[in-house]
């Protein structure tokens, strides 16, 4: 399995480069059927007109941080400790990031 | 699917009742294989001798508060943003909780 990690632990907010030029993604765990990643933004948001259209559901926790979230009936704003539960391929982009802080998302993807 | 909150998002550090006699365990998503709960420990400690042994890995992260997690070759001191990825039949046990504020830990279960 991969990730397995006991005896010591690691930390989120931690290990966050001064300079983020593009979107940072990590996998922390990873099996057939799950993700668990972490995601940093700076600032950063999707491109004008991509949407992400997944196969996979995709649960998401803003641990530090504030984005919106956009859908194609609403927008979503996020602040610390909120979290979203969206079904797979319910389309979505990141309209905006605050440029004031690191913003770090837990994304779980499943099926 | 259970917990598809699609237009709005939830808070994990909101709706914690201020008397927290036991822990407090939420299911906030299920599926066959997966399970993602938030747990709330305000003091709260495993029996004396009693240790989790569970069929199931188990990715922990601390989302606020302290707390020290047992295993049998050693001790994990976890504040806000330790996450700890257990292989299924690792056991452990929790050995302390903070008495200052609620301690929201959340843990996603999977094969």
């Keep these: 399995m991969e990730g397995v990690i006991v005896g010591s632990s690691m930390n989120l907010l931690r290990d966050i480069p001064a300079d983020l030029p593009r979107e940072l993604f990590e996998t922390l765990v990873s099996t057939p059927s ?8 700076h600032g950063h948001v999707s491109s004008p007109d991509f949407w992400y259209d997944q196969d996979q559901n995709e649960w998401i926790l803003i641990v530090q941080g504030h984005a ?5 009936d609403n927008t979503l704003e996020l602040k610390s400790g909120d979290y979203v539960n969206m079904p797979a391929h319910k389309r979505h982009r990141v309209e905006w990031t605050t440029p004031d ?7 779980i993807y499943y099926e």
């Design 34 to 41: 799950l993700r668990i990643e972490r995601i940093v933004s």
């Design 68 to 72: 919106r979230l956009q859908f194609e």
């Design 101 to 107: 802080e690191p913003t770090v998302w837990l994304a």
